[in-house]
């Protein structure tokens, strides 16, 4: 099936440093969505991209959607200890469909 | 959007068990599907739930395994029968809703199922 490539697969940062991470894939997707879970909680929504080439932020973050439409990358500025957890990239080929989902980027934040 | 709510959110059974996980969604959605998360992995899709019909299983999971229900737009349940120390996971729920701008996807709190 579909594979997500993401990496790193887990980062140590220094609190106030910026963060970059990114996904790759074989295939093309209409959809790249980042989530971030917590320890013992689901995934919660950070990102959605929608069109290729779009650049898009939220407060601190900023994500690609790579002009190929086969990646896309996830920047946090500033890095916080409440940025600590799991990043995951997902590509989705079409809406009501599946989503793919990367094996994730473990962040930790030193203060 | 939608907001997301599984019973129970954990629980530990024994070998050769059944466990049936809720989903309940605060508004009526069309998508709702059903994901694993085994120990330090990623997402896994289980299954679509399609309400009034049987469930779409992917690759690796069968009905008998995991049998799926989807009585109406708002409620989903998922069983994991037989259990084995194997099934030990996260299981989520997710469902397709509007978020604004497009339809988005968004998780449940998930279920974590420690097997015996």
Known sequence: GQQLNQSP???FIQEGEDVSMNCTSSSIFNTWLWYKQDPG???VLLIALYKAGELTSNGRLTAQFGITRKDSFLNISASIPSDVGIYFC???FSGNTPL????GTRLSVIA | SAVISQKPSRDICQRGTSLTIQCQVDSQVTMMFWYRQ?????????ATANQGSEATYESGFVIDKFPISRPN???STLTVSNMSPEDSSIYL????D?????NEQFFGPGTRLTVL
Do not use: D
């Not at chain 1, 793919?100 to 094996?103: I, Q, R, S």
């Not at chain 2, 729920?93 to 397709?96: A, D, G, K, N």
């Open chain 1, 100 to 103: 793919v989902f990367g094996k």
């Open chain 2, 93 to 96: 729920c997710s469902v397709e």
């Open chain 1, 90 to 92: 997902a590509g989705q």
């Open chain 2, 98 to 102: 509007f978020g604004g701008a497009y």
């Open chain 2, 38 to 46: 085994q120990p330090g992995q990623s997402l896994t899709l289980i």
């Open chain 2, 73 to 75: 737009l708002t409620f």
């Open chain 1, 41 to 43: 909680e689901g995934p």
């Open chain 1, 9 to 11: 697969q887990s980062m």
